[in-house]
T-cell receptor, first 112, second 114 residues
Framework: NAGVTQTPKFRVLKTGQSMTLLCAQD?????MYWYRQDPGMGLRLIHY???????AKGEVPDGYNVSRLKKQNFLLGLESAAPSQTSVYFC???????????FGSGTRLTVV | AQTVTQSQPEMSVQEAETVTLSCTYD???????LFWYKQPPSRQMILVIR??????QNATENRFSVNFQKAAKSFSLKISDSQLGDAAMYFC???????????FGKGTRLHILP
């Protein structure tokens, strides 16, 4: 049982480049999330999804887009990377939010 | 809007001693859930303990327990017999029954001194 898998684990981008982070879960969870973690800022919600085909904005959505075409996958896209998007990105999923999340192992993204 | 505040950015404790991490939250909801997550140097986020607001009994998980004070909106984490493997960032978090997401505090980094 893999749980939540994020790819890639590390990435370096040049300013202006685009990329997609993939999150896959094998637990049949309805809810999926993308957070970013920055020093002293905790975890901030970027976008989330409450089911296949749905997406919603979180606290810090600007500069990111997401898609949930299949229930098990949640993609996070950066169309034109900026140094301010240098961060550790976490994907999470949940069967029921009040029971907590299962997290992926994170992606460290550096934009130079 | 709901907020979660962890007032201690860093703490240190001697191995085998007991340490308490503080957390306060602000909400107007009555049905909600509180969590403590641990993030060790491996970066993996691990759910340590969960508390349902309607339960008066404090949750415990082995050496980890909480002190839940609903009226004061306080949710502290107590780690007994601290071990080197407890060194991590700890996040307090909140969600209410009708919400679709969890709100996290900024974290407390815990150092264990041998």
């Amino acid at each position: 049982n893999a749980g939540v898998t994020q790819t890639p684990k590390f990435r370096v981008l040049k300013t202006g480049q685009s990329m997609t982070l993939l999150c896959a879960q094998d637990m049949n969870h309805e809810y999926m999330y993308w957070y970013r973690q920055d020093p002293g800022m905790g975890l901030r919600l970027i976008h989330y999804s409450v089911g296949e085909g749905t997406t919603a904005k979180g606290e810090v959505p600007d500069g990111y887009n997401v898609s949930r075409l299949k229930k098990q996958n949640f993609l996070l896209g950066l169309e034109s990377a900026a140094p301010s998007q240098t961060s550790v990105y976490f994907c999470a999923s949940s069967y029921s939010v009040v029971r907590g999340y299962t997290f992926g192992s994170g992606t460290r993204l550096t934009v130079v | 809007a709901q907020t979660v505040t962890q007032s201690q950015p860093e703490m240190s404790v001697q191995e085998a001693e007991t340490v308490t991490l503080s957390c306060t939250y602000d909400t107007s909801e009555s049905d909600y859930y509180l969590f403590w997550y641990k993030q060790p140097p491996s970066r993996q986020m691990i759910l340590v303990i969960r508390q349902e607001a309607y339960k008066q009994q404090n949750a415990t998980e082995n050496r980890f327990s909480v002190n839940f004070q609903k009226a004061a909106k306080s949710f502290s984490l107590k780690i007994s017999d601290s071990q080197l493997g407890d060194a991590a960032m700890y996040f307090c978090a909140y969600s209410h029954l009708r919400d679709d997401k969890i709100i996290f505090g900024k974290g407390t980094r815990l150092h264990i001194l041998p």
